[in-house]
T-cell receptor, first 112, second 113 residues
Framework: TQLLEQSPQFLSIQEGENLTVYCNSS?????LQWYRQEPGEGPVLLVT?????EVKKLKRLTFQFGDARKDSSLHITAAQPGDTGLYLC????????????FGKGTKLSVIP | DAGVTQSPTHLIKTRGQQVTLRCSPK?????VSWYQQALGQGPQFIFQ???????QRGNFPDRFSGHQFPNYSSELNVNALLLGDSALYLC????????????FGSGTQLSVL
């Protein structure tokens, strides 16, 4: 069974601070996705990374896929209250497997 | 362009009852996946439907069953409800060809009393 562990589980920071959340596994994933979920809503896809060592930037968000494709990180620069939400990482199962394996998420609160 | 729509938004049932949840995929999508998200957890894969067939199934008992209709919409049925079935049930749609790019609905919050 493939498992994804996310850390920290909870994070509360002041507006303008930087933060990094982590997603780790002992298994190799063909791809890794990051989602943000707000209360009462479904997850919304932020980014997909597929190549070991890949770095993608989305405005103030920077996503990195580990060289061995077992881990990933999300860095947010100058956090804003609108960044508040549950950040989920999800690993793709590779050839023949269409299910995503999700971590438990990091709940981020950005205080104005 | 309507996104993924799910109904109902909330549902309360008692143990032993049966429930049916419904999902309409995003326009142009042909694949529907169902996920269960318990409180404080990430979504867990239940199963996926494409061309009206179950293509892959996660680690869920046979009490969980589904269906996909010719218009690509889908239903999730759960029989003999248990307290532990209380969760947010999420439907996600995608294109079979680019299967891992999922668009989620807002979910159905099921409470089993």
């Amino acid at each position: 069974t493939q498992l994804l562990e996310q850390s920290p589980q909870f994070l509360s920071i002041q507006e303008g601070e930087n933060l990094t959340v982590y997603c780790n596994s002992s298994s190799v994933f063909s791809s890794l996705q990051w989602y943000r979920q707000e209360p009462g809503e479904g997850p919304v896809l932020l980014v997909t990374v597929v190549t070991g060592g890949e770095v993608k930037k989305l405005k103030r968000l920077t996503f990195q896929f580990g060289d061995a494709r077992k881990d990933s990180s999300l860095h947010i620069t100058a956090a804003q209250p609108g960044d508040t939400g549950l950040y989920l990482c999800a690993g793709g199962g590779g050839a023949g497997s269409y299910q995503l394996t999700f971590g438990k998420g990091t709940k981020l609160s950005v205080i104005p | 362009d309507a996104g993924v729509t799910q109904s109902p938004t909330h549902l309360i049932k008692t143990r032993g009852q049966q429930v049916t949840l419904r999902c309409s995929p995003k326009s142009g999508h042909d694949t529907v996946s169902w996920y269960q998200q318990a409180l404080g957890q990430g979504p867990q894969f239940i199963f996926q439907y494409y061309e009206e067939e179950e293509r892959q199934r996660g680690n869920f008992p046979d009490r969980f069953s589904g269906h996909q209709f010719p218009n690509y919409s889908s239903e999730l049925n759960v029989n003999a409800l248990l307290l532990g079935d209380s969760a947010l049930y999420l439907c996600a749609s995608s294109l079979w060809a680019t299967n891992e790019k999922l668009f989620f609905g807002s979910g159905t919050q099921l409470s089993v009393l």
